[in-house]
């Protein structure tokens, strides 16, 4: 069992807040990415979790047990670092069991541990190898085997695979994604790379400046965004935004004149926006295609395109100078600086607020 | 004409034989006293100086016989490597805590500490020297062991904090988090991390400490005399005793210039304070 | 000590500055690690090393005190200064410190940089010619002391003495004619390894593309030489400078066991003027008075190094 309840956790270097006010409850065996811009506070919160950085105030209990006071140790969770952190003086077998042993453990037992642990992460053959023997993905995976022999209630993960190259990267992902449905833990992981979030949270918990955005599932996020903040960073290229305000509110819909061009109207039964509300249309590039000149909801002009074999995403000017990314499937032939039409998909367009809050 | 390849062959003689005559040149003196080391008495005072002469180890054998030098020379050891391991030991505990605990005093408390050395010896002989006596610590080597380890902390301290400065503090973090208490995390974790860096400074407090003068004049006379004491005791123009002069020399710098020749790589890394890399 | 104190009063500070911006559920109280206190047992020994000798020594230089002359030791204030000041070795035991430190200063950092320069291209026997450069630097001062003053300095039997008749001209009494030289002689042989060990190295970190490309913008090797060794060298320099001083501003024993301070006062300088009244004349008030006046030269000159030369080593670039 591990249950993890965050309250009110605040955390400040001098003058500046890092964390200002987490509330944030964490279940059993869920698989937890915080993700976020650097900076956001992210990896502090992860260290605080660990016990590595003191908090300013709130509380952090775990399965009941107050541990915000307690140094890491005893705090039954294990980390992972984004350097791997690998004594450098001992081999991968020391390395492994140098928490056993620091615990008093039997040697027997040890040895049985670290010997389970490397075949779970194919390990066996290099027990006897020194870190810098080692390849990038070798060091990450006796990183990982370090926490798994301690058999926590918590993995903690600090941007584990930031150091590896792009293939190894996807490779270890997987593998993450593996041993979390072997092991049946608790994990929590600081990522800044949204594909790795979507990709291996049951969780997410978007965080900028010191505060969460959004907690709920990668899909929730994407498609659900609270506020301008989190549809903006998630997804790839990222949505775009249009000026407009309300020119109408009904239980037929809203009807926004964009700034770019035409009013436009939006299947909801929202009624409390007054007329006159200055908002922001967004539309990811999935939900944009282009079309004749004369049939689009837009105008726009083509500047650049890029040709990335399955899809082209075209990155177009309306004439209000506003950017629009388009994502498209078929291949047709725009030419740069050609004018286009825009036809937006309006059941998946988001509206907001201009302080962020999503209407729609 | 010549090619570009003969004029950097030539260019390179040219730096060579030049860089050669000014080593020659450095190390001459030392050459000298070992060669002199060798001569019997009325040829080391010969005029012009002779160059060629029949070698005899006589100088060496009589010189334990003259000035006990084997009393010296255990004095001098004992000294050195009694405040090497203390000043270690009361050094690396607050290297540690200006590495990975630093705080904005850190840096001005370093700098404090360098400056401690910048305090001139005369300065505080007196006090020293009464302090000293009434301790009953003059002429032993107690009393010299803790000047040194005094007067080379701040350096060895200097030294060793920067080579923790070098390591990561994530490998510190792990090893809290894999339940080291802070004596484990220095012992276990940071200490085999770094022990060729601290060989380097032990290697300096040994060197700064067999090679000290002052207080070693100042505060012994014979029981607790270092080999420092033994060398400037042949400056009384009492005799022409050169050649043995020139083996007490060569036997009292031996053990340092060897030790300065195997290690001087590591030795430059802490010298140079983290300035060099 | 001071440190760990800095360091819980800094969070004591943001638990309160953060208790006013909203009510906390638990207020925490700082924890403190022991990583922390560690530091405080060299700056408590370096505090005491410092403060004690130096309070006795700013209590002795006001009375009068001679151990030849045990008696009531009354105070006399400012007097051992005066008789310090107005004693005829102090302007020389003044102006004697800072020729020696200024000239072995200047030696040591030139013909430091020329000669690492200089072995840093390859040539054969690089390796020996290193261990050659650097051996002065683990003599100890008496040795290499009397090895200059007896072997090579000497007028009779000296080597430079040899020369000197070899080409006919009349050996030179080195010591007599030339005291201060010969001692600024001794100490930059002393010191010169050590500003060449790090000239060395640091070379050896210079970037070889930087080089290649300053080649390529047509720069010769004068200008190479001026506008990037010599900066990649500041560093190193800076250090060699701050060390040396340290160690030059107390130079003792080179002087003990050649000149003894003589003739006259030609080769005292400032630690040896006081050794001269302390342990030889036994008049503890006016060494100490002396002893003081050293302090704060050593300190001014310790203000400009460590403010201009400080900053150079802890500020990583």
Redo the contacts between chains.
């Keep these: 069992m591990a249950y993890l309840d965050i309250k009110q956790l605040r955390k400040a270097y001098n003058e500046t807040e890092i964390l200002k006010g987490i509330d944030l409850e964490i279940n059993d065996q869920e698989f937890v990415v915080f993700v976020g811009p650097s900076g956001c506070g992210k990896t502090t919160l992860l260290r605080s979790i660990?016990?590595?950085e003191e908090v300013t105030s709130g509380q952090i209990v775990l399965d009941s047990t107050d541990i915000t006071q307690l140094?890491?140790?005893k705090r039954d969770?294990?980390?992972v670092?984004?350097?791997y952190?690998?004594?450098?003086?001992m081999s991968v077998k020391e390395n492994m069991s140098?928490?056993l042993k620091?615990?008093g453990i039997e040697k027997a037992v040890i040895e049985k541990k670290v010997k389970e642990t490397a075949e779970i992460l194919e390990l066996g053959p290099l027990l006897e190898r020194k870190p810098k023997d080692l390849s990038g993905g070798q060091r990450q995976r006796v990183a990982i085997g370090?926490a798994i022999v301690?058999n926590p209630k918590v993995f903690l993960f600090d941007e584990p695979l930031s150091n590896l190259d792009a293939a190894l990267r996807i490779q270890m992902r997987l593998e993450l994604a593996k041993l979390h449905k072997e092991l049946k833990t608790t994990m929590i992981y600081v990522t800044h790379d949204q594909v790795e979030a979507m990709t291996l949270a049951d969780k997410v918990v978007l965080l900028n400046q010191g505060k969460i955005e959004q907690i709920g599932s990668p899909l929730d996020l994407y498609t659900k965004p609270a506020n301008k903040f989190v549809a903006g960073f998630l997804g790839m290229p990222r949505m775009s935004f249009l000026d407009g305000k309300i020119v109408s509110s009904g239980t037929e819909g809203i009807q926004v004149q964009l700034a770019a061009g035409e009013n436009v109207s939006l299947p909801t039964r929202e009624t409390s926006l007054s007329t006159g509300t200055p908002v922001s249309l967004g539309v990811r590039p999935e939900h944009v295609s282009i079309s004749d000149v004369a049939n689009g909801h837009l105008q726009a002009r083509l500047e650049v395109s890029e040709h990335l074999g399955s899809d082209t995403y075209y990155y177009v000017k309306t004439p209000t100078n506003e950017s629009i990314t388009i994502r498209s499937d078929n291949q047709n032939k725009v030419n740069d600086n050609e004018a286009v039409g825009l036809q937006l998909d309006l059941t998946q367009c988001h509206l907001f607020e201009k302080e962020g809050n999503r209407i729609y | 004409m010549t090619t570009l390849k003969q004029q950097k062959q030539i260019h390179?003689?040219l730096?060579?034989t030049?860089?050669?005559t000014?080593?020659?040149i450095?190390?001459?003196?030392?050459f000298?006293?070992v060669l002199?080391s060798f001569k019997t008495e009325i040829d080391?005072?010969?005029?012009?100086?002779s160059i060629f002469f029949w070698p005899t180890l006589e100088n060496y054998l009589t010189i334990n016989e003259r000035s006990d030098y084997f009393h010296f020379a255990w004095n001098s050891v004992v000294v050195s490597f009694g405040a090497t391991i203390a000043g270690m030991i009361?050094?690396i505990?607050?290297a540690?805590?200006?590495a990975?605990?630093e705080?904005?005093?850190?840096?001005t408390?370093?700098?404090w500490?360098?400056?401690?050395?910048?305090?001139?010896?005369?300065?505080?002989?007196?006090?020293?020297?009464?302090?000293f006596k009434d301790f009953s610590l003059l002429d032993t080597k107690t009393g010299l062991t803790i000047i040194y380890t005094?007067i080379n902390?701040?350096i060895m301290?200097w030294m060793i904090y920067t080579y923790f400065k070098e390591i990561?503090k994530?490998?510190l973090?792990?090893?809290?988090?894999?339940?080291?208490s802070?004596m484990?995390?220095i012992l276990?974790?940071l200490i085999?991390?770094t022990k060729g860096g601290l060989a380097s400074t032990a290697l300096l407090s040994l060197?700064l400490s067999?090679?000290e003068?002052?207080w070693s004049?100042?505060l012994t006379s014979s029981e607790a005399a270092p080999?420092?004491?033994l060398?400037?005791s042949?400056?009384s123009p009492e005799g022409l005793f050169?050649a043995k002069?020139?083996a007490v020399?060569t036997l009292?710098?031996a053990p340092?210039?060897i030790?300065?020749?195997v290690s001087?790589k590591q030795?430059?890394?802490g010298?140079?304070?983290?300035?060099?890399? | 000590m001071?440190?760990s104190i800095?360091?819980s009063n800094?969070n004591q500070h943001n638990a309160s500055a953060a208790s006013t911006k909203t009510p906390l559920p638990t207020p925490l109280k700082p924890r403190k690690?022991?990583?922390?206190?560690?530091?405080?047992?060299?700056?408590l020994?370096?505090l005491v090393?410092?403060i004690?000798?130096?309070a006795?020594?700013i209590y002795?230089s006001l009375i009068r005190y001679n151990l030849l002359y045990p008696g009531d030791n009354e105070l006399v204030w400012l007097e051992n200064f005066e008789f310090f000041v107005t004693d005829d070795g102090f302007f020389a035991g003044i102006s004697n410190t800072l020729i020696l430190v200024g000239s072995v200063l200047v030696i040591t950092v030139a013909m430091g940089v020329g000669?690492s320069v200089?072995?840093n291209?390859?040539?054969?026997?690089?390796g020996?010619?290193?261990?050659?450069?650097?051996?002065?630097?683990?003599?100890?001062?008496?040795?290499?002391?009397?090895?200059?003053?007896?072997?090579?300095f000497h007028p009779?039997?000296?080597?430079l003495?040899?020369i000197w008749?070899?080409f006919g001209a009349t050996p030179i009494d080195w010591f007599t004619t030339y005291p201060l030289l010969s001692i600024i002689i001794i100490v930059a042989?002393q010191w010169?390894?050590?500003a060449i060990?790090?000239f060395v190295?640091?070379l050896q970190?210079l970037d070889q593309e930087q080089q290649e490309a300053a080649r390529l913008d047509g720069a010769g090797s004068w200008s190479i030489f001026y506008y990037l060794t010599l900066p990649h060298l500041a560093?190193?320099i800076?250090?060699v400078v701050m060390?040396e001083t340290?160690f030059l501003?107390?130079l003792?024993?080179e002087i003990?066991?050649?000149t003894g301070g003589g003739p006259g006062y030609e080769t005292t300088n400032?630690?040896y003027l006081?050794?001269s009244q302390?342990?030889l004349q036994f008049d503890?008030g006016m060494?100490?008075a002396?002893?003081?006046i050293?302090?704060i030269l050593?300190?001014i000159?310790?203000f400009f190094?460590?403010r201009v030369i400080?900053k150079?080593?802890?500020d990583?670039p």
């Design positions: 660990a016990g590595l140094p890491p140790a969770l294990a980390m670092f984004q350097s952190a690998l004594y450098p003086h140098f928490a620091l615990a370090r301690r | 390179a003689i730096l060579g030049l860089s050669w000014i080593a020659l450095l190390f001459f003196p030392i000298w006293m002199t080391a005072f010969a005029t012009p100086p009361i050094a505990p607050a540690f805590s200006m990975f605990y705080t904005k005093r850190t840096k408390t370093l700098l500490m360098l400056s401690t050395k910048m305090l001139p010896p005369v300065g505080v002989l007196m006090p020293i020297y009464l302090i005094l902390l701040p301290v990561p994530d490998i973090e792990a090893a809290r988090i894999d339940g080291a802070v484990q995390e276990l974790v085999p991390m060197i067999w090679n003068a002052f004049l100042n080999l420092t004491a060398v400037a042949y400056s050169w002069l020139s020399s009292a710098c340092i210039l030790f300065g020749w001087q030795l430059v890394r010298l140079s304070f983290g300035a060099v890399k | 001071g440190t800095t360091m800094t690690s022991l990583g922390s206190f560690l530091v405080t047992p060299s700056v020994i370096l090393w410092m004690v000798p130096l006795m020594t002795f000669i200089l072995i291209s390859s040539f054969w026997g690089q020996i010619v290193r261990v050659l450069l650097i051996s002065p630097f683990f003599i100890m001062p008496t040795v290499s002391s009397l090895v200059w003053k007896n072997l090579i009779v039997s000296g080597v003495a040899a008749q070899f042989w010169l390894p050590f060990l790090l190295t640091a970190s560093r190193p800076a250090v060390i340290i501003l107390s003792f024993a003990f066991t050649t400032l630690a006081i050794y302390a342990l503890v060494a100490s002396g002893g003081l050293a302090v050593a300190n000159a310790a190094l460590v400080g150079n080593l802890t990583k």
